[in-house]
């Protein structure tokens, strides 16, 4: 079924109106599949985005001014995963919204704030890797603990204020198509096409930049100088870098089909709406959901050391021992996957270029 504007605001149910009527005639399999698939994503997401948190929390090698960003990321995914998620579940099982309309804007509301927060840390984690390595000379000053923190809070502070305008325009709406209260992209073509902008087109572009800078001048770097007297680039010094990269093109895979189906909406919705059938929208959707289980997997599949802090706290659950053991002693600990004040450089005029990790 492919639904248009009109469409879907006559088959969008009154939010005031508790009983609602908005339900889709779709196969059992359907709904089964969909609940499935997001009961998967919100476990994996929990408990993933705890073992990133307690691991930072139990390793001191792991507290420092550049894991703040990476915490705060995992902050990010576990908001949708401990109150939308379940809320979009019950509405699956239900074939409805049945929650009111108070439930139906927290929830949307809340995932507003969970993927502008996402993507706004995925910025701040390249704007930090970018200066560690372009500006090495002045990153411990610039990523003091106290002014990461600042820029956390900074990046918390943009991303409500990024939000709230939502409240006012009334764009989030349910959609009985994904069984969720969220941003309705028909509902102001100027308005999606600003949020889809600046929420995505624009943090993107700024990371794709850093991570391109960072790239050309370790290449340049390691080109110009001599095989003897060129610092050692280890696998960890790839690996690290691989893994940040891998979180943020995971996040611009999940959420550019959905970005992409919005702007079209916005530019041309008597074009783009016919187009579009209602299996791409759901599937664009819930793929965006996945996003928010992915980091934790990983770090540990591609971060040695995040793997080893993960398999230590299963271990520190099983004998009651998590809040009491401290790791950070282990000389296996954060070794070089960490962010480290003082790295190794490597060289080039007058700029000294250090390869490490988030």
């Given amino acids: 079924m492919v639904t248009n504007g ?26 089964t599949t969909l609940g499935c698939f997001l009961i998967f994503t919100i476990v994996v ?10 691991s930072v929390y139990r390793n001191k090698k792991l507290r420092n001014a550049g894991n703040i960003f990476v915490v705060s990321l995992a902050v ?7 109150y939308p998620y379940p809320l979009v579940l019950a509405s699956i099982f239900h074939n409805g919204w049945n929650l009111g309309y108070a439930h139906c804007q927290i929830s949307g509301f809340l995932t507003g704030v969970s993927v502008i ?13 970018y200066c560690y390595i372009c500006h090495s000379l002045k990153y411990d000053k ?57 929420h995505f087109i624009l943090p993107i572009m700024i990371v ?30 790839v690996r690290n870098f691989v893994t940040m990269f891998v979180v943020f093109v995971l996040f611009a895979v999940c959420w550019a089909p959905l970005n992409l189906i919005g702007l079209a909406v916005a530019i041309r919705p008597e074009v783009a709406l016919p187009l579009v059938p209602e299996w791409l929208f759901v599937a664009s959707y819930f793929m965006a959901y996945f996003n928010s289980c992915l980091n934790a997997i990983v770090y540990g599949v591609l971060n040695q050391n995040f793997r080893r802090e993960y398999k230590r706290i299963v271990v520190s659950l099983c004998t009651a021992r998590l809040f009491f053991q401290d790791s950070s002693n282990d000389q296996a600990g954060a070794g070089g996957d960490r962010l480290k004040s003082k790295p190794s450089p490597l060289t080039t005029n007058n700029n000294r270029v250090k390869v490490d990790s988030v």
Avoid: M
Avoid at 7 to 30: F, G, I, K, Q
Avoid at 117 to 129: M, V
Avoid at 142 to 156: A, E, G, P, Q
Avoid at 208 to 237: E, S
């Fill in 117 to 129: 927060g996402s993507i706004f840390n995925i910025t701040g984690i390249a704007l930090n890797r």
């Fill in 6 to 31: 009109s469409e879907l605001n006559s088959t969008a149910p009154d939010p005031d109106d508790d009983d609602t009527a908005a339900v889709l005639n779709r196969p059992p399999w359907v709904t």
């Fill in 76 to 82: 990010a995914d576990l908001v949708v995963a401990i």
């Fill in 45 to 54: 997401d929990i408990l993933g985005n705890l073992l990133v948190i307690f």
């Fill in 208 to 237: 794709t930049y850093c991570y391109l800078r960072i790239w050309i001048l370790v290449i340049q770097v390691r080109r110009r100088v001599k095989p003897d007297n060129r610092p050692k680039l280890t696998p960890h010094d």
């Fill in 142 to 198: 610039l990523y003091s603990d106290k002014n990461s923190l600042c820029y956390v809070v900074l990046i918390w502070a943009l991303t409500v204020v990024a939000i709230v305008p939502n409240l006012f325009v009334g764009s989030l709406r349910y959609d009985p198509r994904v069984y969720s209260c969220t941003f309705e992209q028909s509902a102001s073509s100027a308005y999606t096409i600003a949020v889809v902008f600046f």
